[in-house]
């Protein structure tokens, strides 16, 4: 798998075999609202490449935890998610 999409599914907890897919490039999650995922888990994504994360309300995390996909991110999107924390100047370094 390399590409996942999931918009507007009414999933309501935690789910983690979504972010088990090491072959997976990119990853949008639109309007999950009650899907509950934290930034730290993409480390279960080595090459992740995209990432695009809009109107997820449970989202957490720090923007820190990019860090560690700094060789394989280039576009990230993270929009109407209220309760990531930091700075996207934190990734300033990022290639």
């Not at 990432?51 to 449970?58: F, H, I, K």
């Amino acid at each position: 798998l390399r590409l996942l999409k999931i918009h507007y599914a009414p999933l309501n907890g935690k789910y983690p075999f979504l972010f088990q897919f090491p072959l997976l490039q990119k990853l949008d999650i639109y309007y999950c609202g009650n899907l509950k995922f934290d930034l730290e888990i993409l480390a279960g994504l080595p090459v992740l490449e995209e990432l695009y994360c809009n109107g997820n309300r449970s989202l957490t995390g720090n923007i820190n935890s990019l860090r560690v996909l700094n060789d394989t991110l280039a576009k990230v999107t993270i929009r109407d998610c209220f309760e990531v924390q930091g700075n996207f100047m934190d990734l300033a370094d990022f290639p």
